[in-house]
């Protein structure tokens, strides 16, 4: 058995760091929210204009389109707002009214209260966009082109100020399907993903540290992904953008933080798939992260978490409107985008939670009285549907096909698939905090043992452990602000 608490302050320092210039340019985006019902329209004509500071090199001024490509290493135009998501979908007979149906299921909840519920907005605006203008090899060779991407862009939004050292950066990696959006600011006034853990006196403390949040490669909230423009045709990549690992996302949140001057990081932190993230940049930049923080993840996707994946996977694609993930020009696979986030629900939160949430009650009854159906009669199924119908057009299906694979391929214990070359998880020698939540089913505690024994079986006698005792399951991290509080202000 280890330790239940092993922990002090010895910092790891680097030398000054100065990185080779990129051509590359720094977007900011004002904030715009979208609902979904603005997203079944067709976005042909979309008038607005983006502030734009070129950082270098400086180009003529251009006519602005509604794409942004890549042409022989630079940005060849951009125009706002520039969202990846942008589906022009066709509502057809397939295609349900997502507004109706979402108010539909909330209004048979509405007397039995939401509970706590993570804060998740359609953020298509206020982040700032960082495009590396070389050619991008990702870890998997065997894909569309080599795995060479021609470039690539990445939303990203910044909180606190950066010190003249550029030494008290905080890294914040996000889960499967957050945007960039964490925390809420003057150009987007939306709360963020984790609004009550980043502020003065906060958890991530905007008085001490500078924190950056980075849409992931992959993703569809302003960062490159399946969605994005492919250079070569002019059509969006779809499945012949290449798949990515979670070592291709960290390499780069690297390439930014290199054009920000930053060579050394305070902490990295993520929760979920941001844990494994955080995990791996300490593997991957040991020389370069001074801390880090690891909630509710593992150094490797364990069976049942990889099964349930898969089958999010197998649903969405079952859709007939994915159409081979060929659906950004025609009807949209809002079924079942639908059905795999419901799906992904039941993983997110707990049992006990439920039981005291929604029991066995049943819906209100309808004007004519009961009418026991297929359809939702319990209040659990009430809210799995409300969950689905809230998120289903806020996300690029595509997008959650890539990133929930490169969940599964994660592995750094040194047994197969990706980042196994490094002995990855030997090179964390830093502090490291491992939390875990004893209600999660999606990354049960046991992974979080693991993962602290790994740390130890590697030689890392600065380990924190906590375990919480909370009944929200895998959402813990987006809900528990007292507990998640207190240990990372402790550790960081």
Not at 56 to 68: F, G, M, N, W
Not at 295 to 324: E, F, V
Request: proline share 6%.
């Amino acid at each position: 058995m280890f330790p239940r608490c092993l922990f002090r302050t010895t910092l790891l320092t680097d030398a000054a760091h100065h990185a080779a210039p990129h051509r590359s340019f720094v977007t900011t985006h004002r904030s715009l929210r979208v609902t979904s019902s603005c997203i079944q329209k067709q976005f042909r004509n979309l008038s607005n204009k983006s502030d734009i500071e070129e950082v270098e090199p400086k180009l003529p001024e251009q006519k602005r389109t509604v794409r942004s490509k890549f042409r022989s290493g630079h940005l060849e135009s951009i125009q706002y707002p520039h969202q990846k998501y942008y589906f022009p979908v066709q509502p057809t007979e397939a295609t349900p009214e997502v507004e109706a149906m979402e108010k539909e299921s909330s209004e048979k909840l509405s007397h039995a209260g939401l509970g706590p519920e993570p804060s998740y907005q359609n953020v298509v605006g206020g982040y700032n966009v960082f495009h590396y203008d070389h050619e991008f090899q990702c870890e998997l060779t065997d894909n569309p082109r080599g795995g060479m991407l021609p470039g690539f862009q990445l939303a990203y939004e910044t909180w606190g100020e950066l010190n003249a050292e550029k030494d008290n950066a905080i890294l914040l990696f996000t889960g499967l399907s957050a945007s960039s959006h964490a925390k809420s600011h003057e150009l987007n006034e939306n709360p963020g993903w984790w609004e009550q853990f980043i502020g003065p006196g906060l958890a991530l403390d905007t008085d001490k540290f500078h924190v950056i949040c980075v849409n992931l490669l992959g993703g569809c909230y302003g960062s490159s992904g399946p969605s994005s423009i492919n250079p070569i045709d002019d059509k969006p990549f779809a499945l012949s953008f290449p798949l990515v690992t979670v070592a291709d996302m960290v390499r780069t949140q690297f390439k930014l933080l290199e054009h920000l001057g930053i060579h050394t990081v305070e902490a990295t932190v993520g929760s979920s798939m941001g844990g494994m993230l955080s995990l791996a940049a300490a593997a991957m930049y040991p020389e370069r992260v001074k801390k880090v923080v690891s909630i509710s993840a593992a150094c490797r996707a364990h069976p049942t978490a990889i099964a349930l994946r898969y089958m999010q996977r197998q649903i969405l694609m079952a859709d007939p409107h994915w159409n081979g993930g060929n659906y950004y020009d025609g009807p949209f696979p809002v079924i079942g985008t639908k059905h795999a986030r419901e799906l992904a629900t039941i993983s997110y939160r707990s049992g006990p939670e439920w039981m005291q949430r929604f029991g066995r009650k049943l819906t209100p009854k309808g004007p004519g009285g009961r009418r026991t159906s297929l359809l939702p009669d319990f209040l659990i199924e009430a809210y799995l549907d409300y969950q689905g119908n809230k998120w289903c057009m806020q996300y690029d299906p595509n997008s959650l096909l890539y990133i929930s694979k490169a969940m599964d391929l994660f592995d750094m214990t040194g047994t197969e698939v990706t980042m196994s070359q490094s002995g990855a998880i030997n090179q964390i020698q830093c502090p490291v905090l491992v939390m875990g939540v004893q209600s999660d089913i999606l990354f049960p505690i046991t992974q979080q043992r693991e993962l602290v024994e790994f740390l130890q079986d590697a030689g890392n006698s600065e380990i924190s452990y906590y375990e919480l005792n909370a009944m929200y399951g895998h959402d813990t991290f987006l809900i528990d602000v007292p507990g998640i509080t207190g240990a990372l202000k402790g550790h960081l």
